[in-house]
C-alpha cells in the first residue's frame, strides 16, 4: 500500500492483481493519483455549486422568496438531474448508464429527504439572519459529514489525519460563532 496525506485528507493507493491476456497474474499500480485529482476536481465543483444553490432566491420578488421558492426549486431539480447525470457519463467516458433502483430507491429517497429537510431549514434560516450569515454557519455540516465518515464509515483511520480534521472542525464552528455574534 502507498499512503500519502495531503492537507490531513489520507490517499490509498494499492497494487492489486489483475490478468493479462494469458491469464496469468500481472501486479500493477492503480490509477490512484487520477481517481484522487478527478475527486478533489468533482468536490470543488460541488463546493461551488452547492455554496450558490440558493442565490438565484435573491433574484425573484421579494413575496416569492423563502418556502414559496421550493415548488420552482424542485422543477428546476427535476429538469437538471437527468442532464446533469448524462453529462457527468460523458465527461467521464463511462460506457454504460445503469440504474439500480431497486437497490438504491429507499436509500435515495430516504438521502433526498433528509437533504430536504436541511434545504428546507436553510431557507428559513436565512430568512431571519441573511445568507451571508445563515450560509456558513450551515457549512458546519461539514462536522457531521466528517465524524460518519471517519466514526461509522471508517473512511479515516491515521490518528494524525484525524487530528487535523478536528483542527479544521474548530476553526469551522469558530468562524461560525463569529459570524453569529457579528450579526
Not at 13 to 33: F, I, M, Q, R, Y
Not at 70 to 80: Q, R, Y
Not at 155 to 170: D, L, N, Q, Y
Amino acid at each position: 500500500r502507498i499512503y500519502a496525506c495531503y492537507t490531513g485528507i489520507e490517499y490509498q493507493s494499492e497494487v492489486s492483481p489483475t490478468l493479462d491476456a494469458d491469464g496469468a497474474e500481472n501486479s500493477e499500480k492503480t490509477p490512484g493519483l487520477r481517481k484522487y485529482s478527478e475527486g478533489v476536481l468533482w468536490a470543488c465543483t460541488v463546493g461551488i455549486s452547492g455554496g450558490s444553490i440558493l442565490a438565484p432566491m435573491h433574484y425573484i420578488p421579494e413575496d416569492n422568496q423563502g418556502i414559496r421558492f421550493l415548488p420552482s426549486f424542485g422543477v428546476g431539480t427535476a429538469i437538471c438531474s437527468p442532464i446533469i447525470v448524462i453529462l457527468y457519463h460523458v465527461i467521464t467516458k463511462k460506457s454504460q448508464l445503469r440504474f439500480h433502483v431497486k437497490d438504491a430507491l429507499t436509500t435515495g429517497s430516504l438521502s433526498g429527504l433528509v437533504w430536504n429537510i436541511g434545504n428546507v431549514l436553510s431557507i428559513v434560516a436565512i430568512q431571519s439572519i441573511g445568507y451571508g450569515v445563515a450560509y456558513p454557519i450551515l457549512q458546519c455540516a461539514i462536522i457531521v459529514s466528517g465524524m460518519l465518515g471517519i466514526y461509522l464509515f471508517h473512511e479515516i483511520e491515521r490518528k494524525s489525519t484525524i487530528a487535523v480534521f478536528w483542527c479544521g472542525g474548530v476553526v469551522v464552528l469558530l468562524g461560525g460563532a463569529l459570524l453569529a455574534i457579528a450579526q
